[in-house]
């Protein structure tokens, strides 16, 4: 009896480690796509086409929401950015209110002229697809860059979902980092458009990991990769504090008192100089 139930728990080891040499076979196989019927917030790929200082970014996105955030009301822009004049970073955090553990992760870059560029690390989902973090942790989605105007990005999620929102400056090492890091969002964002599609990964390929690749690609070594707060991104604010990355000598929950903008956000509601007055009052 012993023996007969050995083998059958050997012959299971044996169907299971068959079966997950099987999905990881087909997941290394299985080809990024680059068209699809996406939705329509991600629907028109972000590109950069660099001369010298100056960088022109097509198809910024810059939608309107409303009377909810499902009535998606479409726009886009090109503009020419002048990399010179980069005045200030933010890294922007959104966790979300129906799951404690995650949040969603991005950069805003600030120019003296008072543009706001934000680079949206996202999952690209198509009409049929919701996401899931258990989804995100098999080749379900590809990554995308989403050059997005700060006040589409921003007012969504603070007005709309009503999720918390908090908006933090940047500690830079060295002034010249910013275009740097800038730089090199760019140019990834150029690579997953034709060049080199990539699959987002919850865990390894998500929107705070790939910030963090970014980050030390500009300054090796400055975020460890093998950080859990990278995957439970509700604590990304926490491990930027932690490492010196915000421009603060607050606690992370004095911090998050201070740089949260759903108030005052709420309050002033969509206007032409939202990105500028919300800072108004962060400052």
């Known amino acids: 009896m012993n023996l007969l139930r050995t083998g059958f728990i ?19 196989f299985k080809k ?21 200082d100056l960088v022109t970014v097509r198809n910024v996105r810059n939608f309107r929401y409303y009377p909810t955030k499902d009535d998606m009301h479409p726009g886009y822009y090109d503009r020419t950015y002048d ?3 980069l005045k200030k970073v933010w890294f922007i955090a959104e966790p979300f209110n129906e799951n404690q553990l995650a949040a969603h992760t991005f950069v805003s870059f600030e120019f003296n002229n008072g543009d ?23 080749n379900s989605y590809p990554l995308i860059y989403v050059a997005v105007d700060e006040r589409d990005a921003v007012l969504l999620r603070a007005n709309l979902r009503k999720d918390k929102v908090y908006v933090y400056p940047v500690k ?30 919850t865990f390894f390929a998500n929107c705070t990991s790939s910030i963090a690749k970014h980050i030390n690609n500009v300054s090796p070594g400055r975020i460890s990769m093998l950080s859990w707060q990278l995957w439970l991104t ?35 509601g969509d206007i032409s100089d939202y990105s500028a007055e919300i800072r108004r009052f962060l400052d």
């Open 32 to 52: 990024v796509p680059i068209v699809g019927d996406w939705q329509d917030n991600l629907s028109l790929a972000s590109t950069a086409e660099f001369s010298g």
């Open 172 to 201: 830079l090492e060295k002034s010249e980092n910013a275009k740097l890091l800038l730089v090199d969002m760019l140019k990834r964002m150029n690579e997953l458009t034709s060049v080199k599609p990539a699959w987002y990964n």
């Open 116 to 138: 706001f560029l934000a680079i949206s690390i996202e999952a690209r989902r198509t009409k049929s697809q919701t996401y899931s973090m258990w989804s995100g942790m098999f």
């Open 10 to 28: 050997k012959r299971v080891l044996q169907f299971l480690c068959l079966f997950v040499v099987v999905i990881l076979v087909w997941q290394c």
């Open 234 to 268: 509700a604590s990304a604010d926490e491990l930027a504090i932690n490492h010196g990355l915000l421009d603060t000598d607050l606690s992370i929950d004095e911090a998050r008192i201070r740089f949260s903008i759903n108030e005052v956000s709420q309050k002033i």
């Open 83 to 85: 990399l010179t004049q």
